[in-house]
Structures are given as structure tokens and as C-alpha cells.
């Protein structure tokens, strides 16, 4: 599974992901949306390629950009499945201790 949350923990990342969310973009129009330099965005551009949120494509001397749809679909299940897990831990940890009396305990 691609490290999807460190690719989404950076605010530029998240930005190009905003704006490729309404079509593909040429690696130039990526580049005229922020105040940092190509090289840097660039950077940004590989991080989300190496985790596969994003595809790149050549047309011509042009690269393009979308988004991969796919991949934030199954990392966003996995994490509701993780979340739910934790969830039914501590639920089945507070109902032991419910059923067990305990707080009771610590009233008196």
C-alpha cells in the first residue's frame, strides 16, 4: 500500500491534488499556480507520482497530470477500517469494564 498520508500530510501536495480533482494539468499550469519554484514543484509532483495519487502523462513536450482516483478510494477504505478497528477495541474495553463494575470501584 502507497504511504498515501505522507504524500497528503504536505498543504502544496494537497493544493495540486485540489486543483487536478477538476481535470488534468500540464506540468506548467501546476507551476504558474504557486509561489515556488518548478524544481520545487517538481518535487511535489514526484512525491505524489512515487505513491501513485497521481499519473503523468507525455503530450509532446507537455506532461500531464490527473489524479488517481483509485488509490485515494482504497487508502481512504483502509483507513475507515483501521478507525472502525480501534473503535470496536475500545468499545469491547469498555464494555468489560462496565460489565466488570469497576467504575463503582471508584466512586466510594
Do not use: W
Not at 91 to 104: A, I, M, P, Q
Amino acid at each position: 500500500m502507497p504511504n498515501v498520508y505522507r504524500a497528503l500530510g504536505d498543504a502544496t501536495r494537497r493544493q495540486i491534488l485540489s486543483m487536478l480533482k477538476q481535470g488534468c494539468k500540464t506540468q506548467k499550469e501546476i507551476v504558474e499556480a504557486f509561489d515556488i519554484s518548478q524544481p520545487g514543484i517538481k518535487k511535489h509532483l514526484n512525491i505524489l507520482l512515487e505513491e501513485g495519487i497521481i499519473s503523468e502523462s507525455l503530450n509532446g513536450k507537455y506532461r500531464i497530470y490527473s489524479i488517481n482516483l483509485n488509490i485515494l478510494q482504497i487508502a481512504s477504505h483502509e483507513m475507515l477500517q483501521y478507525i472502525g478497528e480501534l473503535l470496536d477495541d475500545q468499545l469491547v474495553s469498555l464494555k468489560n469494564y462496565v460489565e466488570k463494575g469497576e467504575f463503582r470501584d471508584e466512586e466510594e
